[in-house]
């Protein structure tokens, strides 16, 4: 079974930056897509950003227009991660964030499965 866990969340102030932490420890996160998502009290899952890579490379992210220019995704091959940074960090950004395994790299949550627990991230003065 694919197993991911986030981790890297917390309490941050308006302005401020969060890098969270995607880990897969039953597969290798090569080839394929790895979502982030977030939902925050009372509204839907939504996408943030996701990656998707083969044989090495970067190959394709994409995010959504709320974080975009804000957040960056990346993997890392040697410790099989992905993480998300969060610069800028605004309160409406503030939500339980989750990572998934997908085929493709959309922002459509029912492409995903395999969801780790979540991270919490609140932006707050």
């Known amino acids: 079974q694919l197993q991911l866990e986030e981790s890297g969340g917390g309490l941050v102030q308006p302005g401020g930056s969060l890098r969270l932490s995607c880990a897969a420890s039953?597969?290798?996160?090569?080839?394929?897509?790895i979502g982030w998502f977030r939902q925050a009290p009372g509204k839907e899952r939504e996408g943030v950003s996701c990656?998707?890579?083969?044989?090495?490379?970067?190959?394709?992210?994409n995010y959504a227009d709320s974080v975009r220019g804000r957040f960056t995704i990346s993997r890392d091959n040697a410790k099989n991660r992905v993480y998300l940074q969060m610069n800028s960090l605004k309160p409406e950004d503030t939500a339980d964030y989750y990572c998934?395994?997908?085929?493709?790299?959309?922002?459509?949550?029912?492409?995903?499965?395999?969801w780790g627990q979540g991270t919490q991230v609140t932006v707050s003065s």
């Open positions: 990656i998707r890579t083969s044989g090495g490379s970067n190959g394709i992210t």
């Open positions: 998934a395994v997908g085929r493709l790299c959309v922002l459509n949550r029912y492409e995903y499965n395999n």
């Open positions: 039953t597969f290798t996160l090569d080839n394929y897509a």
